[in-house]
């Protein structure tokens, strides 16, 4: 029995596409059914299979996961006329059709309302009809033709084929994210942004190079997080033309990793380039987080960093206590490494609090996803002043600049709201 996916909220609500092959597949990439072209949406993201006689919803590992009536989903989930399905930020209703009939796209009431943010496409049937009977007709045809109009015709049917690949091509390119410039400028705006080949925002084939300015007397930490790496020999990272060190293997996202940049291969004018190559042909790599931490090097004052350390480990203990907990001992850590740069040996402290800092950047990264994925939520459902608490709620966790810029994500919100209701 076929079914229809419905677009449920937004300017988009009552877009509706119908569907009757046993399975459909919902992602980023052209390759799909159904093509949800927005952030948030994986290449392949998620599938609707026929298992019997029903339809059960599958998430293909996608990173940012498929909810079910507003759970997200672990294992096959059958469907029931009515089901809420949530792929990135666009929520579907999942309805049996009783009439079958031909895959087919149905227009939305109102046209003229659709958000032109959420772009969706439908591809073209797997299985094509026969036409065997009517095929005669033109077999007539052609055997009445003259030779001259036969080669004209072959002529124009070859050049509208390649039109036709042409567009092919550059559709799947603009569903697969933007080409990477000669050098991407490393600043708060493309934290947020994934470089490399395949399921990435930005298309970078096989290398992508990422450019900043380091002031004197800095010490700086290149932080990334690795994305789908096969081998320890794949993805090579290089500072200023010079072998710096080998990406880790990483079946999907990797752990984030921090690279100390070695002075004596920094550049004498402090502006810096640290590249990825990829070595493994053509194939899907990625990285993403990227950042540089800049650290002043001080004389150093090992009383200070105790102090800062102790107090760090106190808000780590109290971290369930107060909301920003968690970011005050961070930024604690943080205080304590500033103060052992300059010391000569560095204490063995110093590798502790390094570590203390990757894992509350970890565990940060980890509460700005969980609250804004279900501020999202909400307002995926109608809820905006349930989801304006949790921006709100945001920055009570994060007081202050942070690796995520989750305060700066929800502030953002936050404003776009307020602008919202005051054009009302």
Same mark, same amino acid.
């Given at each position: 029995m076929p079914f229809v996916l419905t677009i449920a909220t937004g300017l988009s609500r009552g877009q509706s596409f119908q569907f009757d092959a046993p399975e459909v597949t919902i992602g980023r990439g052209a390759e799909n059914s159904l093509v949800l072209n927005e952030p948030g949406v994986s290449r392949l993201h998620a599938r609707i299979q026929r298992q019997g006689s029903q339809w059960v919803l599958l998430d293909n590992g996608s990173a940012n996961g498929t909810e079910l009536n507003g759970v997200a989903i672990e294992r096959a989930s059958p469907l029931r006329g %009515?089901? #809420?399905i949530g792929v990135g930020t666009t929520l579907f209703e999942f309805a049996l059709q009783g009439d079958p009939g031909e895959t087919r796209v149905v227009a939305p009431a109102a046209p003229e309302a659709r958000d032109q943010r959420t772009r969706l496409s439908k +591809?073209?049937?797997?299985?094509?009809?026969?036409i065997a009977p009517r095929a005669r007709a033109s077999q007539a045809l052609w055997s009445r033709l003259p030779m001259p109009g036969r080669v004209a015709l072959v002529a124009a049917s070859a050049l509208i084929f390649a039109g036709l690949v042409r567009m092919a091509v550059q559709k799947r390119q603009a569903a697969r994210g933007p080409e990477c410039p000669e050098t991407v400028a490393v600043d708060e705006g493309m934290a947020g942004f994934t470089f490399g080949q395949g399921? $990435?925002?930005?298309? =970078?084939?096989?290398?992508? !190079?990422?450019?900043?300015? /380091?002031?004197?007397?800095t010490r700086s930490l290149f932080h990334y997080q690795p994305l789908r790496i096969g081998s320890p020999s794949e993805l090579e990272l290089r500072l200023n033309g010079k072998h710096l060190a080998w990406a880790p293997v990483a079946a999907g996202r990797g752990e984030e990793q921090v690279i100390a940049l070695p002075?004596? +291969? /920094? !550049? !004498?004018?402090?502006?810096?380039?640290?590249a990825f190559r990829?070595?493994?042909?053509?194939?899907?790599? @990625?990285? %993403?987080? $990227?950042?540089?931490?800049?650290? +002043?090097?001080?004389? %150093?004052?090992?009383a200070a960093a105790r102090e800062a350390y102790d107090r760090g480990r106190r808000r780590l203990e109290e971290r369930r206590i107060a909301p920003r907990n968690l970011y005050d001992a961070w930024k604690s850590f943080a205080a304590a490494r500033r103060q052992m740069e300059g010391l000569n040996p560095r204490p063995p402290l110093y590798e502790e609090v390094a570590q203390l800092i990757k894992d509350c950047e970890r565990d940060l990264d980890k509460e700005c996803g969980r609250l804004l994925f279900t501020a999202a939520r909400l307002e995926r459902y109608g809820q905006a002043d349930k989801a304006q608490q949790?921006?709100?709620?945001? /920055?009570?966790?994060?007081? @202050?600049?942070?690796? !995520?810029? =989750?305060? #700066?994500? +929800?502030?953002?919100?936050l404003v776009s709201a307020q602008a919202a209701e005051g054009s009302k």
């Open positions: %009515g089901d #809420k +591809a073209p049937a797997a299985q094509p009809k026969s399921d $990435v925002d930005v298309q =970078c084939k096989g290398s992508v !190079s990422f450019g900043f300015n /380091l002031p004197p007397k002075e004596e +291969a /920094l !550049s !004498s004018d402090g502006r810096d380039i640290v990829e070595h493994a042909g053509d194939k899907e790599w @990625g990285v %993403g987080k $990227v950042r540089v931490e800049m650290l +002043a090097i001080t004389p %150093g004052d090992m949790i921006f709100r709620e945001v /920055l009570l966790h994060f007081p @202050g600049e942070d690796p !995520s810029s =989750c305060r #700066k994500k +929800a502030q953002e919100n």
